[in-house]
């Protein structure tokens, strides 16, 4: 299975998008999600690219090219695709009932993040400034959007929500079934935790 980069590929994509949205006017306006989006179909898909600010992008721009090139490496380039647009579509679908408006990969990204779960729930990364498998992570981020969709604020909870499960029934889907999910034991290696450890902790 040849590795094509197709996470890094993504967030390329993002960043001119984003380059146009900041010199072209109205740009942001012709693709955005919102209610005039019934007739005009493509902003399911264009609003997945967009965002509303640079702090807004470098957050998408990490999560994407960190959880979607790991998952990418476990199931491949073309389900990862699959993973990123039908999670990222179906989140702004349902975000469309909900919102006045809405643009960014956040609900693409949450597919990959829940199905990347599903497949490698032990697996350790790095989240919320510490380490921590994946499943600990996941289920933190599922629990704070849950609480924030009854917290008013510009951040699409249940976009958030509505990827992530979409991630988790493709990871299901995804996951070889000839053999039982690998449970990788908890392992950190020594040195990283003592580097950790200097830089936080002391």
């Known amino acids: 299975m040849r590795f094509k980069f ?15 949205q900041m010199i072209i006017p109205g740009f942001t306006g012709f693709f955005i999600l919102d209610k005039s989006a019934y007739p005009q179909v493509w902003r399911f898909l264009t609003a997945i690219f967009l965002h509303a600010s ?18 990418e490496g476990i199931v491949g380039g073309r389900k990862l695709l699959i993973i990123f647009f039908v999670s990222g579509v179906m989140a702004n679908i349902l975000s469309w009932y909900a919102y ?21 729930p032990f697996l350790v990364v790095w989240a919320f400034g510490l380490p921590m498998p994946m ?8 629990v704070g959007d849950a609480i924030g969709v009854f917290v008013p604020s510009d951040v699409g909870h249940i ?11 493709f990871g299901f889907l995804y996951r070889d079934r000839t053999r039982k999910v690998k449970r990788e034991s908890i392992h950190l290696d020594d040195s990283f935790m003592r580097s950790w450890e200097d830089q936080y902790l002391r």
């Open 54 to 71: 640079t702090a807004h992008l470098i957050a998408n721009l990490f999560a994407l090219a960190l959880f979607g090139s790991i998952l």
């Open 100 to 120: 006045p408006s809405s643009l960014g990969a956040s609900g693409a990204i949450f597919g990959i993040i829940g199905a990347l779960t599903v497949i490698r």
């Open 6 to 20: 197709y996470a890094l590929k993504l967030c390329l994509i993002c960043i001119a998008v984003f380059i146009l």
């Open 135 to 142: 499943i600990v992570a996941a289920a933190i981020w599922i």
């Open 159 to 169: 976009a958030h929500l509505s990827g992530i499960i979409f991630g988790i029934i």
